[in-house]
Each structure stands twice: as structure tokens, then as C-alpha cells.
């Protein structure tokens, strides 16, 4: 992928070996690449582990707003669970832990907005990392599908993240032709898994544009807004809704007392 010009100013964070945290505190960004691409960006215990890392960092960093989640090589951006190395678990079944747990910004109660950038293949537990992003644009060769079922496993998880997205039919559709339904960029565009398609070269340079425009708006109204969201999810329309409205009155006077309202409005547009 073409770096964007802005790379040489990004701070890098050098404790990982899977993945590399990067931040740009003038533009307000963080940004997060998945970096095996020898592997096809499959994650493994340690990815898993280092990517949890990561998303406390962010969330814990002040001076970031926006993430960029993006993945290093040109022909995958993940290709799921690396099946070449046992993830490993606890013998207690009851111990066991979901690697998407750890991969999901949301289960790591990271409420900041993330802008995830995909090229080529696409599949698996990849879904763990494209479900659960906030904004999904992808390269024009990029490839969707769940390869589970034509490997003899139930797809569960991704699906149900997945349906969320795209809803009931192109999910159940995906999970259940595995490798026979390769969902290209523009069929991706068409059923809502992304929001736009994008040359290979101009990828991670447009996900950083997007990330840069979130950025400039106040933190506590990105995040209350995003956290509404996804949480409504899980509630009855009526719960969700009050629970919302909590969410605005604690967010809008942090969020307003920051704005410059007369810079921001246009002469046919009025604010309340």
C-alpha cells in the first residue's frame, strides 16, 4: 500500500512484533497495521495479544481520537486464525478465551472511532477486525469470504457480527458457500460491508483522510456517538433510546464548550 505522505511525522510504538502502533499527535491519530504479511496478516496468540495492547493504549492516550486499522503486504489484509501454529488454550474448558475478544476495539471498551482499510483477502476471523470498525473502505482487489464451513467448522461468531453489517441473507450466504463465495469490492459496496472503494495505491492515504476529518471533531461527542451506537444493539429500541439520551446529556456540554460554533455554521443552517 502507498504510505501516506504524513508517515515520516508518526511516532512508532517498538515493543511489538505483529503489529505496529504508530501515532501522530498533531493530526490526532493513531494508527494500528497488522504487520505479517508473510503469514497473510493471520493473527496468532501473540497478534491477539499485542493488538488488546494496543487498543488500551489508545484508549488511554489523550491525544488521540481517531484510528486508522489498516495491514501491511499487498495481498491480504487478514487471513483469519494463523491454523499453521496452535493458539493454545487453558485445559479448564470454562478458561477459554474468544481471540475476538481480544482483537475487538469495542470488547476492550475502546469507544474512539476506527476507520478500517482492506486489501486483498479477507476471510475468517478476519471478520473479527472488519465487524467491529466503525468506517470500512477497501482497495479495489479486495476479496470477502468465510472459509470456515469448507474446512468442516461451524461459523458463528464472524456471522453473527457480520449480520449486523450486511444483514440475515448475505451473511447466511457467505458462511454458508465458504470458499465458493468470493465477495468482491463492488458486491461489497453494494450489500453495506463497505462505504467505498478506493484505488490499491491511494487505500491506507484515503483511511487516514478519514480518520483526519473524525479527528478534528471533539473526542467526547466521537466517542459518546459511537458508543450509542453499538450499544443500541443490544437493547429494545425504547432502552436504547434512553440510554442514548444519557449519553448526550453527558457528552454535548463537554463536546459544545468545544466547538467554535460560528466558524462551523453555514449561513443556510441553523444551530441550536
Known sequence: MTEPPEEAALTANADY???????????RVA????????R???????????????????????????????????????AGLDV?????????????????ELLSP????????????????????????????DIVICSQDATFFDSHV????????????????????????????GNDERVGAETALR?????????????????????RSIAEKPSAATQGTV??????LDKPYRAAVEQGLTYTRLGNPIGMSQVDRAAVATPDVVIR
Open 227 to 232: 458508543r450509542a451506537i453499538w450499544e443500541s
Open 84 to 100: 499453521r501454529e496452535p493458539y493454545g488454550q487453558p485445559d479448564d474448558i470454562w478458561n477459554h478465551e474468544d481471540p475476538g
Open 40 to 78: 497473510l496478516n493471520a493473527f496468532n496468540r501473540r497478534m491477539c495479544h499485542e493488538v488488546a495492547d494496543a487498543w488500551h493504549r489508545i484508549k488511554l492516550d489523550e491525544k488521540v481520537n481517531a484510528v486508522v486499522l489498516r495491514a501491511a503486504g499487498d495481498r491480504a489484509f487478514s
Open 150 to 177: 469448507t474446512f468442516g467448522m461451524v461459523s458463528a461468531i464472524e456471522p453473527i457480527g457480520l449480520m449486523r453489517r450486511i444483514g440475515l441473507g448475505d451473511t447466511l450466504r457467505m458462511a454458508l458457500r
Open 191 to 211: 450489500i453495506g460491508l463497505v462505504t467505498e472503494i478506493v484505488p490499491a495505491g491511494e487505500l491506507w492515504a484515503r483511511a487516514d483522510e478519514l480518520a
Open 106 to 133: 469495542k470488547w476492550q471498551k475502546l469507544w474512539k472511532p476506527v476507520v478500517c482499510a482492506v486489501q486483498g483477502i479477507c476471510t475468517g476471523g478476519a471478520f473479527y477486525f472488519v465487524n467491529e470498525a
Open 17 to 27: 512484533e505483529t503489529i505496529r502502533l504508530e501515532t501522530d499527535h498533531e493530526a
Open 31 to 38: 494508527t494500528l497495521t497488522l504487520n505479517r504479511p508473510d
